[in-house]
Structure formats: C-alpha cells, structure tokens
C-alpha cells in the first residue's frame, strides 16, 4: 500500500475545497485535494446562477451593503442560522469576488446607460451609471432585497472553477482526481488522514495529514429525483457517520429547487425567474402572484416549491407521463437574452428536452437540489468530535443557511468560507505537531480492505446493490419530501431502519477487480442508510415548520421549543437508530426571530433579545 | 412495443489479468427520453454491474462522459437514443489513457496541458482587500468567458488527426487556452513569451487544419478561429523575432 504525506489534505476538488488549499499553500504548507473527477468537474462547475455579494455596483443595487445581505441571509434561513457565522460570510463576500477577479474570473460588467429589465413577465427600464462602468455587475435573485448575484452569464461556477483550478495549479497544490476517500484514520480523538481508493487501478491508499478537511459538497444522490451531479452521493460523509463522535448537523433541512425540468431533473438555475421568467400552469396562467403578492416567483426557494406542490395539489398541474408539472416561460426574455445570459438553459432546453425556450415552455417542478445540513463545525470550520477534521462548504454545517439557503449564497458560500476556514487552517497548522500512530494506520488499512473482501465474497450476504440503494431513495422521496407528516415520516423512519439492516447484507454481484463501480457504491451504502435515517428521524422529532421542513400537522415555526439545530449521531456501528442531541441555533442575535416577509407568518414566539 | 437497441461496448479491464479487450453485445429496450446516461445505467444496474463509464454532471456542463458513440466523439449525456440507429457502438475516447472500458485518464493529460501552457494569470499586482476591483470592460469579460467555456471533455483531442499521430501534440483545448490568456488584459505575459509555449510543432504549426475539432465541440467554441488568430498574433511576432535577432 503506497502512503503520501501532506500537511493539509482535503477531501473534494470543488470550489470550497481548493478555496482553502489556496490559503494553506499560500502559507507554506503542502496540500493534497483528493477528488472523484478531475477538479473541473466537481459540482460547483454546474452553479449557474452566482454568487451573492454586496457590492452595489448596479443600479437596482444601490445602497446595498453587507447589513442587507446578512439580514436576507438570516430571514432566508427562517432564523434558523448560526447569525455569527452569516455575518463573518455578509462582510467577506465582497472582498473574495474582488479577488476572484484578480485571480482571472470574467465577471459580468455594468455596462452605463438605458437597458430593459423584466420581473413577473412585465418589462421595466433601468439607467446605469457612468461612473460604475466596468464594475462587477449583479443580477436579481429570490429572497434579496437587492441585485446581488455577480455573475458570468449563466456558467459562473464553471469560470470560477476554471480560475481556481488555475490558482491551485499556480502555487502548487495537488489534485489527486479519481481518487475516492472510504474511510477516516482517527482514534475517536484526532483525525490523522484518510484511507482512498484508487480509481485508476483500484488500490488502497494512505493519506496522512495533521489538517483533513471534508469538502465533498451534498448529498442529493440519496434521494431518487435531484438536481445533482452523480458524485454527490454523501461518499465523504459517511466516513464521519462512521466515526461515531462526529455529528451531522439538521440533517432534516433539505432544500427542493423549482426549477428542475422533466424528467431528468437538471436545473435549470434561479437566475431565469431572477431575470423575470414567470411560473405557470396547466392553463398557462401565472400562480405565484397570487400566493404571494410582494414577492412572487422571487420567494425564497423554499416558499416556491411549496405555493408549486401546493398548486398542482389543487389540480393545476400539468399532465404527463412522467407524473404532473408546472411550466417555466422565458419566452418574454427574447433571443438574445435567452442565448446570452441565460445560454446554458437555452442549451440545456435543447439538448435535453428538444425544447426551444425562446418560443416554448420549460416543463419544471421542484426537486431536491441542496442540503443544508451535513457535518456540523464550529465557526472557524473545524469539525465537532475530531481535532485536526474541518469541513467546509455544502458538505459542512457551517451554518450560514440555517432551514433554507437562499440562491447564489452556495456558490458565494464556497469561496468565502473556503476563504476564511482556508486560514484558520493555516493558523491551526502553525506549529502543529502530530505523531502518527503505527497500529492505528494498519489496523483502519486492514479493516477497510476486509469489506472490500466481505463485499466481493459475499461473507454478509448478497443483497443487490442498486436494489438497496434505490429503496432508500424510494423510502425518502415518500416520506421527507418537501411536506411532511407524522404519520408518512413513521413509515419513512420503519422502512429505512429495514434497509439499513439489507445494506449490511450487500455483496457483489461482479468480481470486484480493478476500479469496480458496484464495489463503489457498495462501500458507501450502509452510511448512505444511515444518512437518510437520520434526515427521517431529525424531521419527525422537530414538530414545527422552518424554511425547508414543513409539517403539515406543526405549520408553526415555533421558535420558543425549536430554535434549535438538531445534532445527528451514529454513536455504535450496529446502533438501529440514530442518536439525536440539540444546540442553540445561534449564540448570538443581531436581529431576533421574526417575520421573513414572504412565505406563511404563523409564529410560535421565543423570549430572545438582541444582543 | 419501443425499440429494442442493441449496444456494442467496448470491455477491458487492464486491472484484471484474466480480461481481454473486445466487444461485448447489450440489449435493452428504449424507452422515452432516454439518453446514453440512462442506458448506461441500466446496463449496469440490471445487467452487468462491473461495467465502467464516466459521468458526473449528466448536463451536459462538466464533461466526464466523452466517448466515441458510432464513430463520432460526444457527449453521451446529452445524446439521445432517439437520434441514434438501433445499433450503437460505444467506444472509449482514444489519445487519452484507458483506465477500464469507456472510462479514460483525462485528468492526467488536462493537468499536464495546463503545466505547459501555464493557464493562469501572470501578473505582478499585488491584491488589494481594501480597494475597488479593477475596472473591465463587459465585452471583453463576454469575450473571455466565451473561451472558457470548454468543458475538457476530450472530444476535439480525440478527434484529432495530429494528436493521434503525436504524443506531445497540444490540441485545440490548450491552443484555446492560450487564446484565452493572451486576449485578458489582466495577464501580463508578452506575445514573445506566448510564442515561446506555443511556436512550435506541438503548438500552432503542428495543426493539419483537418477541422474534426470544431466539428465535434460539443460547447461549440470556435476553436479553429482561435487557432487562425494564434497563427496570425505568432506569425507577426515570429517576423519580429526575425528582424531582431
């Protein structure tokens, strides 16, 4: 077994991920990012839309500052964020995008003079100004009182990548793609690395570290209909499951995006409805409107995808062989703003539907898109349970988004946390010293490459892989979708405790050799059971409503009993269930629980006070 | 009752002493909307669960799933049995290293290009936190971005007459990297220093113009333009060269 040294390993080659390895190579230190694909490929490449910061340069940003932004990421969250946190991320954002364009990234620039906007399908006109030509220019998005999304037409994740990928390159930090992490190397104290397999060949890997940083990004692929690419299944986090002393945080709060299109639930980004794409129905009449006057299709995502079940619940719907949906209409947009800014959807519309989105409509309905919950850490990133384990990015808990992120915060999320968390690394490396346990190394190696045996000789059984996996995805997608019940998340909990017992019995089908893809997903099954355990179980114990999580038999938010993050942990590998524990959401309030000004308003009061 | 498709798919497994490369037959039955995605799956989940392919986004966005589908370098997200004969033949992308049936290295080879050409940006500016962004003018941002849209799937590399023949060929994806840089007004480098990565049999003057590239851009960048204003940028700074030395 080959054994690599680095002072600073991350696990994922994503936005976050080589964000942070930027700032400890800059430092001194040497870094590894382990990736499943070559770095340009992680899922950040897909983002679309932007990245919210509050520069203010455009017209109908004027005034803004990062007091609005940390106010529409609070209220976004339905005040179920860490407020610390959402403002260290409000006053770095503007700063990174600046340095983001120093690095290479092509932002859109405000270009002076008279132009025409739309929102809710009618047309406005709006003057640049001269003295902001050539700033870094934003467009509208859901849930801000500002335009705030700095943008690269509709690939902005896709250049921001290629630029960081371009930095790492610069000053020395390795991506090791096709490469995946299956196990952490720790002592229920300190992590000291990871065990990966080659995807070239097969083979275990040792990867020392004194700082390990998961930064996989989400985990959509657990559930059956998602906007997300097929590597973010979770893989990462379930090797802090695995440990025990490691917690995920709201596991429950899961976010459906509207805009999916059918049936293969690729997005189609926020930034059509911010350039004023309207929703529509069976009747091709707009809805949103009516559901919320103020703000329309521009709600935060949450409150869209639910006004959209709502309404094909009352029969809107349209129908089709892949089950009911809703229309997109940009058509009002014109030509060359649909192949302009909007040229990915335009792409995507003809690529994959044989739709032309300058004529016709976009079939869409909401499907699962982001997690906000995942490996909770502290504010300076590091991980709860584990010295020397930070995370970062959607794979983390960090958390700036609380029960409902809103759009362009991810992408904008990545880089400044990546930023920030990147130098409290470099600031925990200094002067660190770590002794690496012999025993320990060998005995994590030996235990990881006895399932991949256990696997290929069907020592546990034989279940089906994908068969497992999709009851998982089938149980989730019935019972924790975007409304939830008692009675449906009792099921869910029942029929996902049964599949986490069928994943212990999984055994391969294939011989295993080489870079055996069922030997992939098998290696990642059970911790994905557990996962999805824990999103089921987290959802039916918080008996209210918040941002993403809406039980139709608790419509309150109830701040005075769940004010609160749920903390998920699989303290016993043959435990049945998950352990749940429960922490103050914030520890601090700059602006205490209230009305969001869009979305329900039933409210459960809590006695907080400013701070 | 749909069609039924009959796939042919390369198999090797360079991992697993007992295979040998050749063709293996599928059959599955085409259903609606179906992409080379699906089928794939398909025929991994409920057919043979050790066969390899790469995809990633399945959008058509970050492009993992290059491979030759009936002769032709693509995108096998975004192809759609639909367009397709009943039979197809898959194959993996050639020039890059096989690492199992239709998955090939192409980290390895993108990493290397990027070493080469040195793809960032080469400046002496220091970066400010406290201080405005430097101003751009939007067209320009446009035009760059409209360079950076390659996804590095492999396909104008494969399907390339001069990277099939030479090992140390750069291809259209380095050649519009370069362009991309060399048109940024944020990079620093100087046309005698682009001619110095680029100048050669491996760069701009090993190209046979046999224009597959362009034609299989599945981002349809204008990658022959690109190589025609890098010949017309060098040649000027190689007559230069000629007058001063």
């Known amino acids: ?185 720790q002592d229920e104290e300190t992590c000291y690395g990871v065990i990966a397999r080659c995807l070239r060949t097969g083979e275990l890997w040792t990867y020392l570290s004194k700082a390990t940083m998961i930064a996989a990004g989400g985990f959509g692929r657990i559930y059956p209909n998602t906007t997300n690419a097929v590597i973010c299944d979770g893989g990462a986090h379930t090797m802090c499951v695995d440990t025990g002393v490691v917690p995920m945080g709201n596991m429950e709060a899961v976010q459906f995006h509207p805009t999916g299109i059918v049936p293969t639930d690729i997005l189609v980004t926020e930034g059509c409805r911010g350039d004023g794409g309207t929703l529509l129905d069976a009747n091709e009449k707009r809805f949103m409107h009516e559901y919320e006057p103020e703000k329309a299709e521009l709600a935060s995502r949450d409150v869209v995808s639910r006004w959209m079940t709502h309404h094909m619940r009352e029969g809107h719907g349209v129908k089709s062989s892949y089950g009911e949906h809703l229309w997109l209409d940009i058509r009002h947009l014109g030509a060359e703003h649909i192949t302009g800014k909007l040229r990915e959807v335009y792409e995507i519309c003809t690529s994959f539907l044989g739709v032309d989105p300058i004529h016709q409509l976009i079939p869409v309905r909401p499907t699962q898109h982001y997690s906000m919950g995942g490996v909770r850490t502290n504010k300076d990133g590091a991980a709860y349970g584990l010295k020397g384990l930070f995370a970062a990015g959607e794979a983390a808990c960090w958390d700036m988004h609380g029960f409902n992120r809103l759009g362009g915060n991810s992408l904008a999320e990545t880089v400044v946390a990546g930023g920030i968390i990147g130098r409290k690394i470099a600031e925990y490396l200094q002067g660190c010293e770590t002794e690496f346990k012999t025993g320990l190394i060998r005995d994590t190696a030996a235990c990881q490459q006895a399932r991949i045996d256990d696997l290929i000789t069907c020592a546990n059984g034989s279940e089906n892989v994908y068969r497992v996996r999709a009851a998982m995805q089938d149980a989730l997608h019935k019972g924790a979708n975007i409304f939830r019940t008692q009675d449906g998340l009792e099921t869910c909990v029942a029929s996902l405790q049964e599949v986490v ?38 959802a039916l114990m918080r008996t209210e409503s918040r941002g993403s999580h809406n039980r139709e038999d608790f419509t309150a938010r109830n701040d005075r009993d769940w004010l609160n993050r749920t903390l998920a942990y699989w303290k016993h590998p043959d435990d049945t269930m998950p352990t749940l524990e429960y922490e103050a959401a914030t520890s601090v309030f700059e602006i205490p629980p209230g009305d969001r000004g869009y979305g329900k308003s039933e409210i459960i009061s809590a006695d907080v006070t400013k701070e | ?39 794939l799956n398909r025929i991994r989940e409920e057919q043979d669960p050790s066969l390899q392919f790469d995809f990633c986004c399945r959008a058509g966005i970050c492009g993992s799933c290059g491979m030759v589908i009936n002769g032709r370098p693509g995108l096998a997200c975004h192809t759609k049995t639909r367009d397709l004969p009943g039979d197809i033949t898959l194959l993996p992308l050639p020039v890059f290293k096989l690492v199992g049936d239709l998955s090939v290295d192409t980290g390895s080879w993108f990493r290397e290009m990027y070493t080469k050409t040195e793809s960032w940006i080469h400046t002496k500016k220091r970066f400010d936190p406290t201080a405005l962004e430097d101003r751009m003018d939007n067209q320009q941002a446009v035009d760059i971005y409209e360079l950076e849209r390659c996804i590095e799937c492999g396909c104008c590399i494969a399907a390339c007459g001069t990277a099939r023949l030479r090992a140390d ?77």
């Open chain 2, 1 to 39: 009752m749909s069609r039924l498709l009959k796939l042919s798919i390369f198999r090797y497994n360079p991992e697993d002493e007992q295979s040998e490369p050749h063709m293996q037959e599928f059959v599955l039955e085409e259903t609606d909307s179906m992409t080379l995605f699906i089928a």
């Open chain 1, 1 to 185: 077994m080959q054994t690599v040294y680095t002072d600073f390993l991350v696990v994922g080659a994503g936005l976050a991920g080589e964000r942070a390895a930027v700032e400890a190579a800059d430092a001194g230190f040497s870094t590894i990012c382990l990736s499943l694909v070559p770095a340009r490929r992680s899922h950040s490449s897909a983002a679309q839309g932007g990245m919210q910061a509050s520069l203010g340069n455009s017209v109908m940003g004027e005034g803004d500052n990062p007091d609005v932004h940390f106010a529409d990421t609070v209220k976004g969250s339905d005040w179920g964020c860490d407020q610390e946190v959402a403002r260290l991320f409000a006053d770095a954002a503007p700063i990174e995008m600046r340095r983001l364009a120093h690095w290479g990234v092509p932002w859109n620039r405000v270009v002076p003079g008279k132009s025409i906007y739309y929102k809710g399908g009618k047309q406005f006109e709006k003057i640049e100004a001269e003295d902001k030509e050539g700033l870094i220019m934003a467009r509208s998005f859901g849930g801000t009182a500002k335009w705030r999304t700095c943008y690269t037409s509709d690939g902005t994740g896709h250049a921001v990548m290629c630029t960081m990928d371009n930095r790492c390159a610069q000053v020395g930090v390795e991506v090791h793609d096709k490469t995946e992490a299956i196990a952490l190397i």
């Open chain 1, 501 to 538: 017992a069928r994943a212990r019995n999984v055994g391969l089908r294939s011989n295993g050799r080489g870079v055996n893809p069922e030997l992939a997903a098998a290696l990642k099954l059970e911790g994905q059971t557990k996962m999805a355990l824990m999103i089921a179980y987290g």
């Open chain 2, 169 to 245: 060929f750069m291809g259209a994806a380095a050649l519009n990297r370069v362009a991309r840089f060399l048109i940024d007004p944020r990079d620093d480098r100087t046309e005698d220093e682009y001619y110095t990565i680029i100048g050669n049999d491996m760069g701009i003057f090993g190209c046979m113009g046999l224009l597959a590239c362009e034609d299989v851009c599945p981002k349809h960048l204008p990658l022959q333009n690109q190589l025609g204003f890098l010949r017309r940028k060098m040649g000027i700074t190689s007559l230069k060269r000629l007058f001063t030395s």
